[in-house]
């Protein structure tokens, strides 16, 4: 049994990872990307950011076709400090694509293990309670 473990551990370590690209370090990730606060009556908020060429497009997860609508995500670009502000004092963030979801893991935003693949996109939620 023990063998069989030892040969199951090589077998995951050696498993590729979607997300490893994405700890990549870049100067310029967020030149395209969107970033919407919408903000509810009781002052709570909930930030969208996402990809700029995954806004108004169905991906599919599965069966299930997902929409990446602009008017939860945005159609204006915002300035990286902007958005690094935004997302430091966020408590609940809806990221997809690539580089949003590369940008909340480099700021320790999001963990590598809550990162999921929806299709063959990136993303991740985050909710501090």
């Not at 009556?41 to 950011?49: F, H, N, Y």
């Not at 979801?101 to 909710?127: F, I, M, N, R, S």
Request: hydrophobic share 40%; net charge neutral; glycine share 6%.
């Amino acid at each position: 049994m023990q063998r069989h473990r030892k040969q199951y551990t090589a077998w995951k370590s050696n498993f590729p990872d979607p997300f490893n690209d994405i700890y990549a370090p870049s100067r310029r990730i967020l030149s395209t990307m969107f970033c919407k606060v919408h903000r509810a009556q009781d002052g709570t908020e909930v930030v969208a950011l996402c990809d700029r060429e995954l806004v108004n497009t169905t991906i599919m997860h599965g069966d299930l076709p997902i929409t990446i609508s602009g008017s939860f995500y945005g159609t204006e670009e915002r300035p990286e400090e902007e958005v690094v502000a935004i997302l430091s004092r966020a408590d609940n963030i809806n990221i997809i694509g690539e580089r949003s979801v590369k940008l909340a893991l480099l700021l320790g935003v999001v963990d590598k293990e809550a990162c999921v693949l929806l299709g063959t996109v990136p993303h991740a939620q985050v909710v501090r309670i």
